[in-house]
């Protein structure tokens, strides 16, 4: 019994400290100079030496490590005034000659993170502002050249009938000359005489009535 509950203790004091932000990750290791780290530091903490270490998931594999206590990784971290919450970037430059580790180290607070984020929703929501904006554009613009078309077939139509009241068929290029120069409808004479039930005798370069 007492053995339970001191399990049970010792199970709530790991609990608490979790809740406190505990460094529970593996260690990380820089193995090739260039090799960059792109995480959120999310605990700070000291090693069995009192070295301060701080603690990152890594954002690519959301896996958290606590990362290097070398002095000049932690001086550049400091030096930038991070704090839990804010995203970083860590490149490795390899040793000095004198076997030091060197690091040069980027962040990007929790707040401009945020603000970053919400400057790309609202370019995301402008773009499919615009893009709906182009979409009724564009079916307006197909509605347009439908009743464009329609209203050309129609004065084609007429002046067709008009000419062929007295002929059973007629050369293209009479047809084509009355359509676009007299009537300046701008068609294709060949394809409106097709698509209002004409034949076409390509031989003869005729249209004519069936």
């Known amino acids: 019994m007492e053995d339970d509950e001191l399990i049970r203790k010792l199970d709530k004091s790991l609990e608490k400290r979790k809740k406190e932000g505990g460094a529970f990750g593996q260690f990380y290791v820089f193995k090739e100079p260039g090799e960059k780290f792109y995480g959120r530091i999310v605990d700070k903490t000291t090693d069995r030496f009192n070295r301060e270490r701080y603690v990152a998931i890594q954002l690519e594999t959301k896996e958290e490590f606590i990362l290097p206590s070398h002095k000049v990784l932690m001086s550049e971290i400091n030096n930038i005034e991070t704090k839990i ?10 040793k000095s000659e004198k076997g030091v580790y060197r690091y040069v180290v980027a962040k990007l607070s929790d707040v401009e993170k945020k603000k970053d984020e919400e400057e790309i929703d609202e370019i995301a929501r402008d773009v499919d502002e615009i893009l709906s904006e182009e979409k009724v554009e564009e079916q307006e613009t197909k509605e347009e050249e439908v009743e464009e078309k329609k209203d050309i077939l129609e004065e084609a139509s007429k002046a067709l009938k008009t000419l062929f ?4 068929e007629l050369p293209l290029s009479e047809v084509d000359y009355y359509l676009n120069d007299i009537k300046k409808l701008n068609v294709d004479s060949k394809k409106v005489a097709i698509e209002l039930g004409y034949e076409i005798d390509e031989k003869r370069k005729m249209i004519v009535k069936r």
């Open 85 to 94: 919450g804010d995203y970083i970037v860590i490149e490795y430059l390899g």
């Open 165 to 168: 009241e007295f002929y059973d």
